[in-house]
């Protein structure tokens, strides 16, 4: 596996993400997923995927969490990745993987697979205390509030 770096907001405190929802919704109007994420500053970034994927007819194709531990191997490929490319290294970023263990792993059940979608990505949003990890075929929106914004 490979990581790239990728700084979709630059608002985020660099290592200082204190708290984060995620939530998975499925009605008959909307569905999606939306990762909620909290800096020291207060500041919050939405992570919103909805929009239908051609492909399999959901928003995301699958999605997991695991716990900063249980995700440490991810540490020997965060230190290969080129973390010059950052548009602000002081604020925080998420990674695209490259040759995933998560896409091959969903590329052997009995279902579609990267085959036929070449544009899918494996997208990992990590913060102090886990990681965040979907795929998708498309890139998520970002919206961005302080918190008490109400907006």
């Not at 200082?16 to 800096?39: E, M, R």
């Not at 290969?80 to 998560?102: E, I, M, W």
Request: contains cysteine.
């Amino acid at each position: 596996m490979e990581l790239q770096v990728w700084q979709p907001v630059t608002c985020l405190v660099k290592g200082n993400i204190i708290g984060a929802t995620f939530q998975y919704f499925d009605t008959a109007d909307q569905g999606g997923l939306k990762i909620v994420l909290t800096d020291i500053n207060g500041t919050i970034v939405e992570v919103i995927y909805d929009k239908h994927s051609p492909i399999v007819g959901d928003c995301v194709w699958t999605f997991r969490y695991a716990n900063e531990i249980a995700r440490s191997d991810l540490n020997k490929f965060i230190d290969r990745a080129d973390h010059s490319k950052l548009t602000d290294p002081s604020a925080h970023h998420f990674y695209k993987a490259f040759q995933s263990d998560f896409i091959s792993w969903y590329d052997h059940l009995s279902w579609l697979g990267s085959d036929e979608a070449p544009n899918v990505e494996h997208h990992i949003y990590m913060y102090n205390d886990g990681v965040f990890e979907v795929i998708s075929d498309y890139e998520p929106r970002f919206i961005v509030k302080k918190q008490g914004d109400g907006s």
